[in-house]
């Protein structure tokens, strides 16, 4: 063998170690990608499920801030009645105090208190108030 033959054999050689290489480099590359795309797609995923979850929480703020209000609405158009119908009670008591032989008249008015309280129709405390 002479040293052409050595010198081709160890170029070849040289070759084919550089090609394994390269063939191990892309393969670990491309494994690296692979792994980096599985990343990427679980992040995306769990950015997606956690805009889902902070639309849920919005949606659920908005309906609770509206169910409120309109229990305030409804709170104060009770307790406007309420005031409206302790009003005329008191009124229908002053009128009384102004005729004379009014005690039948207060008892009717005192019994009509009482079942506007029975039923809601005024507060407990103008109920107080009145009696």
């Known amino acids: 063998m002479n040293n052409s033959d050595l010198v081709e054999k160890r170029i070849k050689r040289c070759m084919e170690s ?3 290489s390269v063939a191990a480099s892309a393969k670990s590359i491309s494994a690296a990608m692979s792994q980096s795309q599985v990343a990427m797609r679980a992040q995306s995923d769990a950015v997606a499920q956690l805009a889902r979850e902070a639309d849920e929480a919005r949606e659920k703020a908005v309906a609770l801030n509206q169910k ?3 229990e305030a609405a409804q ?3 009770v ?3 309420q005031d409206l119908a302790a009003a005329a009670f008191f009124r229908q ?3 009384v105090k102004q005729l004379s032989g009014g005690l039948q008249e207060l008892q009717r008015i005192q019994s009509q208190v009482q079942h506007a309280k ?3 129709d005024i ?3 103008d109920y107080l ?3």
Request: charged share 10%.
């Open 18 to 20: 550089s090609a394994r």
């Open 68 to 70: 409120l209000r309109a």
């Open 75 to 77: 709170s104060a158009a």
């Open 79 to 81: 307790a406007q009645a």
């Open 93 to 95: 008591l002053d009128s």
């Open 118 to 120: 029975n039923n809601g």
């Open 123 to 125: 507060s407990q405390q």
């Open 129 to 131: 108030a009145l009696i």
